[in-house]
């Protein structure tokens, strides 16, 4: 098993910038490949962005690209999500997850973290 734990979050005004962190313990971390979605209030969970197990490929919800980079550094166990020019509609609450193939769909992840709350004040 993979355990994960988002840090990172908090209120930012639109136009700040936050970096996510998720850290993973247990099974290898780079056996997995490594995902971020939100989910808002009243809404469904939803793909951000997701990373290869060695960080060579990465995948984007297509309106975030240009503002949201994903990354990992496999010998801190960590991942990460850098968000710039951030705004209202980004608030939600942030998840990583863990899975052995990256996939947008958040049903095929096996592993989740507890969520970091990101609140983007206009």
């Known amino acids: 098993q993979v355990q994960l734990v988002e840090s990172g979050g908090g209120l930012v005004q639109a136009g700040g910038s936050l970096r996510l962190s998720c850290a993973a313990s247990?099974?290898?971390?780079?056996?997995?490949?490594m995902g971020w979605f939100r989910q808002a209030p009243g809404k469904e969970r939803e793909f951000v962005a997701a990373?290869?197990?060695?960080?060579?490929?990465?995948y984007y919800l297509d309106s975030l690209k240009g503002r949201f980079t994903i990354s990992r550094d496999n010998a801190k166990n960590t991942l990460y999500l850098q968000m710039n020019s951030l705004k209202p509609e980004d608030t939600a609450v942030y998840y990583c997850?863990?899975?052995?193939?990256?996939?947008?769909?958040?049903?095929?992840?096996?592993?989740w973290g507890q969520g970091t709350q990101v609140t983007v004040s206009s």
């Open positions: 247990g099974r290898s971390f780079s056996n997995y490949g």
């Open positions: 997850a863990a899975n052995f193939d990256i996939t947008r769909n958040w049903r095929e992840y096996d592993y």
């Open positions: 990373i290869s197990r060695r960080g060579t490929s990465t």
